[in-house]
């Protein structure tokens, strides 16, 4: 037998092999693709306002619980307010958490409505700002507003004609500007002497 059977003999089993290996690398590919989607799915706005809602069911929760005490037992009404302000207190802290960490997603909600080619590093970069008390915050607005989809970062690579007409004409100002004081300085050292 010689080479050329043997390389045509293993052809079908070495095509069949690629293939299952492709498959298995789209499959990957797709299961890392459904897992970043779920990632970032799950760092938008409603998961937030979900936690929101968590924070308040919690607060109405203690509260009733204040509440029951209050009638059920022999509690006085004054610990009944330090428990409710203590209850009031935690609300407050978990309400401020919650809020800077939502606050710190609005320059990459800006860049991902305007379509930004850096949206994924304002989003990074809005995490960094969050673990560094929103330092690069400001930055990362600034950022995010500079693009604009219908007219990109607003630096104009190429003169349009009507620009063309307008640099021609403040070039002619400017021209006889130049010579209209060229003239008044001669006329100042004819003067002077």
């Known amino acids: 037998m010689s080479l050329n059977h043997v390389q045509q003999a293993w052809r079908?089993?070495?095509?069949?092999?690629?293939?299952?290996?492709?498959?298995g690398r789209d499959s990957a590919q797709s299961v890392w693709s459904q897992g970043r989607d779920r990632v970032l799915r799950f760092s938008e706005a409603r998961f937030w306002v979900r936690k929101w809602v968590v924070t308040a069911a919690i607060f109405i929760i203690i509260l009733l619980t204040g509440i029951y005490l209050l009638a059920t037992s022999n509690i006085d009404f004054d610990t009944f307010l330090n428990y409710f302000a203590l209850g009031l207190l935690i609300f407050v802290l978990i309400t401020l958490f919650y809020g800077?960490?939502?606050?710190?997603?609005?320059?990459?909600?800006?860049?991902?409505?305007?379509?930004?080619?850096?949206?994924?590093?304002?989003?990074?970069?809005?995490?960094?700002?969050?673990?560094?008390?929103?330092?690069?915050?400001?930055?990362?607005?600034?950022?995010?507003?500079?693009?604009?989809?219908?007219?990109?970062?607003?630096?104009?690579?190429?003169?349009?004609?009507?620009?063309?007409?307008?640099?021609?004409?403040?070039?002619?100002?400017?021209?006889?500007?130049?010579?209209?004081?060229?003239?008044l300085e001669r006329r100042l050292d004819q003067g002077a002497r």
């Open 100 to 183: 800077i960490i939502a606050i710190h997603d609005v320059p990459y909600e800006l860049a991902k409505h305007r379509d930004h080619p850096h949206q994924d590093a304002i989003h990074a970069a809005g995490w960094v700002s969050l673990f560094t008390l929103h330092v690069l915050w400001p930055f990362l607005w600034i950022w995010a507003m500079l693009y604009r989809p219908d007219r990109g970062w607003g630096l104009q690579q190429g003169v349009s004609p009507a620009a063309e007409g307008n640099a021609a004409a403040q070039s002619g100002a400017l021209e006889k500007l130049h010579k209209r004081v060229t003239e």
């Open 12 to 23: 079908p089993v070495r095509d069949l092999v690629g293939q299952l290996w492709r498959s």
